[in-house]
């Protein structure tokens, strides 16, 4: 396979500036189909807003993002959803008045019919595990279920590139086996992740590759192996030992 039929997704030079604070500088890189790339950096170092410029809901000032050859300049999230890039939420919002199957099913009905669409609903919960409640009201759920009924909504719009900001957290050791176990089946079905997390020895082993942003700059970009050791990494983030962050 040629580079460039193995890259999925090309990001070049992307800037983005809130009033007086520039949150993303001249970002620039490219994940192959398939790979599993950590993005990890300081409180503040741009990593949600990223995330929310590749999926449309924040405009760079400058920089373009390709997905599968397509620029996605412009276009809104349900857009490039339907061209098979989301991302989960950090901060997760469900209709709580609503039930876990239709809190799901909304994102299905981007590329299917209603009934289509709780089908695949239902297939998304049982990947999550989440099948048993999926009758229930969202808002009586758990803070951990909750997380995952927000992977199970990004799943059901059948993304080639998925996004997960920080779906680990709030997660004891167990639920956090869990998702990583879906995160690996997911890579062998084919989908492309880049997964923001603070949980580092989650992070080193999961991913394939990491990148640090830090001041909206990326800092490093390698193996987790290169980045645990990494002087500058190490200076602006991991502190003196990664077993000092759990
Ligand atoms: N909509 C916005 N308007 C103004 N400033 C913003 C906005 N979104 C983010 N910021 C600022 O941009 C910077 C980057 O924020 P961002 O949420 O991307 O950081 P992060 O790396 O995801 O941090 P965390 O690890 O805490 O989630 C922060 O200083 C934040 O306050
Ligand atoms: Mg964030």
Not at 19 to 44: D, H, R, T
Not at 57 to 67: A, E, F
Not at 154 to 175: F, I, Q, R, Y
Request: charged letters at 20%.
């Amino acid at each position: 396979m040629t580079a460039e039929a193995m890259t999925v997704l090309d990001i070049r030079g992307i800037s983005r500036r809130f009033g007086g604070l520039q949150a993303l500088s001249g970002v620039s890189f490219s994940v192959n189909k398939g790979e599993i790339v950590g993005v990890i950096g300081p409180n503040g170092a741009g990593k949600t807003t990223l995330f929310s410029t590749l999926v449309g809901l924040i405009r760079p000032d400058s920089g373009t993002i390709t997905l599968d050859g397509k620029n996605l300049a412009g276009l809104k999230p349900h857009r490039v959803a339907a061209l098979g890039m989301t991302k989960t939420f950090q901060n997760v919002a469900l209709f709580a008045e609503s039930s876990v199957l239709d809190n799901v099913l909304t994102a299905g009905l981007l590329r299917h019919g209603v009934e289509a669409a709780r089908s695949e609903a239902l297939n998304c919960l049982d990947r999550v595990g989440l099948r048993a409640v999926a009758h229930k009201q969202a808002g009586d759920l758990s803070f951990p279920e909750r997380a995952r009924v927000e992977l199970a909504r990004a799943l059901c719009t059948a993304p080639k590139v998925l996004l997960l900001d920080e779906v680990m957290a709030a997660l004891n050791h167990s639920e956090m086996q869990e998702i990583m176990a879906l995160i690996r089946s997911l890579r062998r079905d084919g989908v492309t992740l880049l997964i923001v997390e603070h949980h580092m020895r989650a992070i080193m082993n999961v991913c394939d590759r990491i990148m640090v942003l830090n001041f909206g700059r990326l800092l490093a970009d390698g193996t987790p192996e290169q980045v645990a050791h990494d002087p500058e990494v190490i200076e602006a983030y991991l502190g003196r030992s990664l077993e000092k962050r759990r």
